[in-house]
């Protein structure tokens, strides 16, 4: 198949297109009730690949395909819909039981991270809410397909029946969504018409692609707390609102790394304020909220917990000079985080602990008990409450024993065990 030349259509369609040119510049201006692409070219690509597709018929699958080139390769990336990602897609695994990994292209599926892909996808379609699912890679002989570049990096792309593309990245993905679609239920809907993106590398040295797979794997972990500003979720979601609604984490918050810093004027980071939102509404630190999906359910949670905790730092005598500023220096940031237990993680913890035991109807919260954990427990790191448990020799014992046991004082301390 040649090469399409447009340039003697586009010059007989020239007096068409409907733009504007500036005078001054000459650059043409696109009016908005106008398309990009005159109906008249779409009709000839139409009229240029249906011929193609009759060829083809029940012997492969046609696409149009964007191209790149980069790193010494070729890749086209296709769009594919859920429902015909088993045909197109193979995963060489490598079984949990075989000590061969050269012999295959991934690594064992987990089945539990299978999971959490159907479990995402499910909950927030359930909840109408957006979601996504990065694009899949993978890698292809290129003597085993047809393709033809159409006009720079526009491709027409043809994959015979028999042909199966070689997943580089995304096995988990493609597993998911299978899964989704076999199921005998309503997960089949949510995926099957929808379109996936796929990168295929041209690729003929079965070396080079586990290369590939290698090379892929070699991401940067994202750190939690960039998991908390990003998601869109849970508890990570219910923490950012509270950010935004406390006044003692509001300016003073890191929101990128894992810890405030040493030397920063924050006292707390996000992912500490996701663990306290655990805390208060399950009692359990690694419980995600997954059952937080509704827009108005969140924000009712973020509203009653934020209400909480501004009553509770504004009665508390240490915090509340602190939550009045709108901003600490570094001076005050680091005497708060090295004075007070509430000033690091595992304090924030076993705050939540205890607010979880003044939790009433619809995600609210007693205030009156609040009040008591503000006044009547010592909340200094030295305070002898909390000494033999989550602090010993002026070290902070971030263990679950311990926290259990600082939780069980506070407790008893406030006659609630």
């Known amino acids: 198949m040649s090469e399409l030349n447009y340039q003697d259509y586009q010059t007989d369609k020239k007096n068409n297109l409907e733009m504007d040119l500036i005078e001054k510049d000459h650059s043409p201006v696109i009016k ?23 060829d083809k018929y029940r012997t492969g699958q046609v696409f149009l395909a964007i191209g790149s080139k980069h790193g010494q390769r070729q890749i086209l990336t296709i769009n594919a819909f859920g429902r015909e990602l088993s045909q197109l897609l193979r995963g060489r695994n490598t079984p949990s039981d075989s000590n061969n990994p050269i012999a295959y292209k991934n690594r ?37 397909i047809e393709y033809q570049e159409l006009w ?61 797979f290698h090379d892929m794997a070699q991401t940067l972990q994202i750190s939690q707390t960039l998991l908390v500003a990003y998601s869109g979720k849970g508890r990570d979601l219910i923490g950012k609102r509270l950010i935004e609604k406390v006044d003692m984490f509001r300016n003073k918050t890191n929101l990128v790394q894992k810890t405030p810093g040493s030397k920063s004027k924050y006292v707390y980071a996000a992912n500490y304020i996701s663990k306290l939102t655990s805390c208060a509404f399950k009692g359990n630190s690694n419980d995600q909220l997954q059952e937080y999906t509704d827009e108005e359910k969140i924000n009712n949670a973020a509203d009653n917990l934020a209400n909480c905790l501004n009553h509770f730092f504004s009665v508390n005598h240490y915090t509340a000079k602190f939550a009045s500023k709108e901003e600490l220096d570094t001076q005050e940031a680091s005497k708060f985080r090295d004075n007070y237990l509430l000033g690091v993680s595992v304090g924030l913890e076993i705050l939540g602990k205890l607010l979880n035991k003044t939790l009433i109807e619809n995600d609210s919260f007693d205030l009156e008990k609040v009040s008591h954990i503000a006044i009547n427990l010592d909340w200094l790191r030295k305070a002898e409450i909390w000494s033999n448990s989550v602090v010993r020799e002026d070290k902070i014992n971030t263990g679950q024993a311990h926290v259990r046991d600082a939780v069980n004082h506070a407790l008893s301390k406030l006659g609630w065990l």
Request: proline fraction near 4%.
């Open 32 to 54: 908005k009730e106008s398309k990009l692409v005159n109906q008249d070219l779409i009709d000839y690509i139409k009229l240029a690949i249906q011929p193609i597709m009759v």
């Open 108 to 144: 064992p599926i987990n089945q539990n991270h299978v999971e959490k892909i159907k479990e995402y996808v499910r909950n927030r379609s359930k909840a109408n809410r957006k979601w996504i699912l990065g694009a899949i890679t993978a890698n292809i002989d290129p003597n085993k």
């Open 152 to 212: 720079r990096d526009l491709y027409i792309l043809v994959i015979p029946n028999d042909i199966s593309l070689d997943i580089t990245d995304g096995q988990h993905r493609r597993k998911a969504i299978l899964e989704m679609i076999d199921a005998d239920n309503s997960d089949r809907d949510i995926v099957a018409d929808q379109t996936f993106p796929i990168n295929l590398v041209l690729e003929e040295d079965f070396e080079q692609c586990q290369i590939d």
